[in-house]
């Protein structure tokens, strides 16, 4: 019974998890936390922070492909899901889950549902994308339902898969001769990087991309390229003080 699970069982599953899983120090915190919410509010039993602590991990810097990166990936590959996710600012499962009515070709917009914040939200849409889009729609049988279905002979409301996207993104990769280091959230993360360097404040660049606190947007301020390029070293006043 899981009321009756010991700390010790519990540490048991945590170290058995990284071993057999090959999970991270920060998905086991997730894992982690989820045991901390089903032991206080479904068994409605307390907890101790001290028997099953959380993992400290090294946080990195992500890799952001600059804009000549972006623009040179995305003219020469013809997915217009990459360009989807550079110029709006969309995460892989929302473009999965865009469908036909979705797209606002008047107003040049596209209507976001079910995010990740759970809020909608609309996000630009710039005419290279929507003519790549087009040409997939008429390549793909002209879909009412779902832009991008996982396959024609199936029901055309079954989600596509994301690793196909990975797949091409890292075979197109190698055929750049370019490390393998671009994933589907690089064109976020660059979406949002180059509006900050761009001067888009970080309000409205929070607003596009859906963020549900500021902290989250923070993040491009330390990625953007343009941060330390105004900032005079103190070092590199010292002959015009003379």
């Known amino acids: 019974m899981p009321k009756n699970v010991s700390w010790a069982e519990l540490r048991d599953f945590i170290r058995w998890l990284p071993k057999e899983k ?6 086991l ?13 479904v068994l409605h039993k307390p907890w101790d922070p001290t028997q099953l602590p959380m993992r400290k991990f090294d946080a990195y810097l992500l890799y952001v492909p600059s804009y000549e990166e972006a623009f040179q990936f995305i003219s020469t590959i013809p997915r217009a899901m990459c360009a989807l996710m550079y110029s709006s600012g969309l995460r892989i499962g929302e473009v999965c889950r865009l469908r036909y009515e979705d797209i606002d070709k008047k107003n040049m ?26 040409q997939c729609w008429f390549q793909c049988g002209r879909p009412t339902g779902r832009l991008f279905p996982c396959s024609q002979k199936l029901a055309s409301d079954k989600l596509i898969n994301t690793y196909y996207l ?13 490390p393998t280091r671009i994933t589907c959230h690089s064109f976020w993360h660059a979406f949002g990087t180059h509006l900050y360097e761009n001067g888009v404040d970080l ?16 993040l491009y301020v330390h990625l953007a390229a343009t941060r330390f390029s105004d900032v005079i070293n103190p070092l590199d006043t010292r002959n015009t003080t003379q």
């Not at 090959?22 to 998905?27: A, G, P, Q, V």
């Not at 917009?109 to 790549?132: E, F, G, M, N």
């Not at 309000?203 to 923070?218: E, Q, V």
């Open 109 to 134: 917009r596209i209507h976001i549902y079910h995010t990740k914040a759970r809020q909608d939200r609309y996000v630009s849409l710039c005419r290279y994308a929507l003519d790549l889009l087009t």
């Open 22 to 27: 090959n999970l991270s120090d920060r998905t």
């Open 203 to 218: 309000p409205i660049n929070k607003a596009l991309l859906g963020h549900k606190s500021l902290k989250s947007t923070m």
């Open 166 to 178: 990975s797949w091409h993104i890292h075979k197109h990769e190698e055929q750049l001769g370019w």
């Open 29 to 41: 915190n997730a894992c982690i936390s989820q045991l901390r919410f089903f032991t206080i509010y």
